[in-house]
């Protein structure tokens, strides 16, 4: 590690295969805390490369205890985190949508790092029980449309990361690398990141996995999704797009709208609120929008507004909340 941190302090790039050694180095417990802390750090002030963010990426998967949901068409749901923005579990809520409009979702998921309430938070307080048993997730994904993985059980290996990133309490590369990393291995992907860069590594990674179909959005004024506040950037398979919200048919809306509980307790309460279309306009336009992002990764041919149709049925039929009392313990 000594020789990678003076590599890294020199302002060099790490090889992909160098990236690789040392992450996984690091899930088999061969440096200590201090090393990997400053390691971290290192990412905090300089540009991740596509070699590096690779070589990570493959380490982890590599050592992550899989899972074969190959015989469902799935789509991950998710966001890096790390904007800064407090906003609620937007794209979780967004995959019950999903899900309650047909599709299956095999989301990834984790414990609020520099937020108050990641996904993990938010489905163990609904009363989701995290479980690796293959057969359970299979059940559910056929019965709800929806399952979910909770990084900590697949990942074991990052253990020895879990407490010092807690302790940083800011985004780490691990915010970039917790949507690469799914264990049941999804043909598609909506996710939203915190940056421009982000978005243009991951399009550069995922344009060459083949037969790989995704969307990554992000909002020009900082948002890791679509947050109808301003003008956001897309990238697909199929190009590079600017949207407004017009372009799903709505209104901007106001940041302090959008804006989640300081508890989980808050958190939750919002989002089953959301799926009874209980909601507020700009809370469920949020959602809708970024369902419907999701939902064009299984429909390229149907553009935003077709899409946000499909999502807004889901929650007027009430199919999204049926979704979520079928996984959860919510009555």
Excluded at 8 to 25: I, K, M, P, R, S
Excluded at 94 to 104: D, E, I, N, P, R
Excluded at 129 to 136: K, L, P
Aim: aromatic share 10%; proline share 3%; net charge neutral.
């Amino acid at each position: 590690m000594k020789k990678i941190l003076n590599q890294l302090f020199e302002y060099q790039q790490l090889t992909q295969q160098d990236a690789y050694d040392v992450l996984t180095g690091i899930g088999k417990g061969q440096y200590n805390s201090s090393q990997i802390a400053a390691f971290l750090t290192v990412y905090l002030m300089r540009q991740i490369s596509v070699a590096e963010l690779a070589g990570f990426r493959n380490a982890l998967l590599d050592l992550c205890l899989k899972v074969d949901l190959s015989e469902f068409e799935t789509i991950d749901v998710c966001g890096t985190g790390g904007d800064g923005k407090d906003t609620f579990n937007i794209s979780t809520l967004s995959a019950f949508v999903v899900a309650g409009a047909g599709y299956k979702v095999a989301k990834h998921g984790n414990y609020g790092v520099s937020s108050a309430c990641g996904s993990s938070n938010v489905m163990e307080y609904l009363g989701y029980e995290f479980t690796r048993d293959e057969s359970v997730l299979k059940r559910q994904l056929d019965t709800a449309g929806f399952c979910m993985m909770h990084a900590p059980l697949f990942h074991p290996a990052m253990k020895n990361v879990a407490p010092i990133r807690r302790e940083l309490g800011v985004k780490t590369f691990f915010n970039m690398l917790g949507p690469l990393v799914n264990p049941s291995f999804p043909k598609y992907q909506m996710v939203g990141v915190f940056n421009l860069e982000v978005a243009r590594l991951y399009n550069y990674m995922f344009q060459k996995l083949p037969g790989f179909r995704f969307n990554i959005v992000h909002s020009l004024d900082g948002y890791d999704e679509i947050s109808l506040t301003g003008d956001a950037i897309s990238y697909r398979r199929e190009g590079e797009q600017l949207l407004s919200p017009s372009d799903w048919g709505m209104q901007r809306v106001q940041p302090d709208e959008i804006v989640g509980g300081q508890t989980v307790q808050q958190a939750a309460k919002i989002f089953v609120s959301i799926l009874k279309n209980e909601g507020s306009r700009p809370q469920t336009d949020v959602v809708l929008a970024n369902a419907a992002a999701a939902i064009q990764v299984f429909e390229p041919e149907k553009n935003l507004e077709e899409c946000v149709a499909i999502a807004r049925e889901s929650i007027l039929s009430g199919k999204a909340f049926a979704a979520l009392k079928k996984v959860t313990k919510i009555v």
